[in-house]
């Protein structure tokens, strides 16, 4: 699938565009998630769109999620103002950028997503950010929660029927296969101790830990790979990691105090370019109690957004009205 021109052209201006935006909230950054925020809204348009008489609207995006179409990079000039140009200590005066590609479909078309869509283009680091950031906090609820339950089963498993009963919220474990999740959340515990580190710590550029015998020093990053259609971490000769070197493994270049090689569990940043199917969902549901009747006349609750649905809408390029998106600007 080709990048169309329009989009090609939203994505090399869209760096420079984004910084100078006198819409950006403002967002408190008084935790982790929030300085995420605040970096994200700090690109950001205002959620709007404008009908016949211009007045502003929200953007429902209520019934839709976020599919992942592709990784997509680009080499361009850098001039003196982006700290290219005139600098003599770097090898070219190009620097590559990289984007994602990405829709926000019907719930019920993830797979197809063929009508009633909009595609969207952002930086990869905005992407990554969010959409990891969402993932790593999915992957520790669900941790948490099936640990709980496994707890919970042991203790069943000790005490009387009449004990297991008296919990208010044993509802929460009846969809939840402790046989399964629970050594998958110790694999996840114990990564580092078998092995592993997690990829999703070096889609930032960074120097690795690691000097040849002629001073040489390399870089990891994220980047593009198998024709855009995963996002890998790979091994770079410059600190903006924009200078790949195709004959090196990056694992080759991470080593553990006892010498041995770590390797990269791509566990967390491979659900961020899932295949034929959503990233993720827009509407945040909550959990009920499927025994309680929570009544017929009960107050209609406004329907709430996932935070990585809002933040990528408003930092990324649109393109909707060819598409059909019905909600869209």
């Given at each position: 699938?080709?990048?169309?021109?329009?989009?090609?052209?939203?994505?090399?201006?869209?760096?420079?565009?984004?910084?100078?935006?006198?819409?950006?909230?403002?967002?408190?950054?008084?935790?982790?998630?929030?300085?995420?925020?605040?970096?994200?809204?700090?690109?950001?348009?205002?959620?709007?769109?404008?009908?016949?008489?211009?007045?502003?609207?929200?953007?429902?995006?209520?019934?839709?999620?976020?599919?992942?179409?592709?990784?997509?990079?680009?080499?361009?000039?850098?001039?003196?103002?982006?700290?290219?140009?005139?600098?003599?200590?770097?090898?070219?005066?190009?620097?590559?950028?990289?984007?994602?590609?990405?829709?926000?479909?019907?719930?019920?078309?993830?797979?197809?997503?063929?009508?009633?869509?909009?595609?969207?283009?952002?930086?990869?680091?905005?992407?990554?950010?969010?959409?990891?950031?969402?993932?790593?906090?999915?992957?520790?609820?669900?941790?948490?929660?099936?640990?709980?339950?496994?707890?919970?089963?042991?203790?069943?498993?000790e005490a009387d029927d009449d004990a297991a009963e008296e919990d208010e919220d044993a509802w929460k474990c009846q969809n939840v296969d402790t046989s399964t999740c629970y050594a998958e959340c110790q694999n996840i515990e114990n990564m580092e101790e078998n092995g592993y580190m997690d990829a999703s710590e070096f889609t930032e550029c960074q120097q690795l830990d690691y000097e040849d015998n002629y001073g040489n020093v390399y870089y990891a990053g994220a980047m593009c790979a198998s024709s855009g259609s995963r996002i890998k971490i790979g091994i770079f000769t410059d600190e903006q990691c924009s200078n790949y070197d195709s004959s090196k493994d990056v694992e080759d270049y991470m080593n553990k105090n006892d010498g041995y090689n770590i390797k990269l569990s791509y566990h967390l940043l491979k659900q961020t370019f899932a295949e034929g199917e959503c990233v993720a969902s827009c509407l945040v549901e909550e959990e009920q109690n499927p025994n309680e009747d929570n009544g017929d006349d009960e107050e209609e609750k406004e329907a709430e957004i996932n935070e990585m649905c809002e933040e990528l809408y408003e930092a990324a390029g649109k393109c909707e009205t060819s598409h059909g998106f019905e909600q869209g600007i």
């Open positions: 699938m080709k990048l169309s021109l329009t989009l090609l052209v939203t994505a090399l201006g869209f760096t420079a565009a984004k910084k100078n935006n006198p819409f950006a909230p403002k967002v408190t950054r008084k935790t982790a998630k929030g300085k995420m925020n605040a970096k994200l809204m700090s690109n950001a348009k205002t959620l709007r769109r404008l009908d016949g008489e211009d007045e502003e609207q929200e953007v429902d995006l209520s019934g839709y999620s976020i599919k992942f179409e592709k990784c997509q990079f680009v080499k361009q000039y850098d001039g003196e103002d982006d700290g290219g140009g005139g600098n003599e200590d770097v090898d070219t005066i190009l620097s590559t950028k990289r984007f994602v590609i990405f829709r926000i479909c019907p719930d019920s078309s993830c797979g197809s997503c063929n009508y009633n869509y909009g595609e969207y283009i952002v930086d990869m680091d905005t992407y990554l950010e969010a959409a990891l950031g969402y993932k790593q906090e999915v992957q520790e609820e669900n941790c948490n929660t099936c640990n709980e339950c496994y707890e919970k089963a042991a203790e069943a498993a």
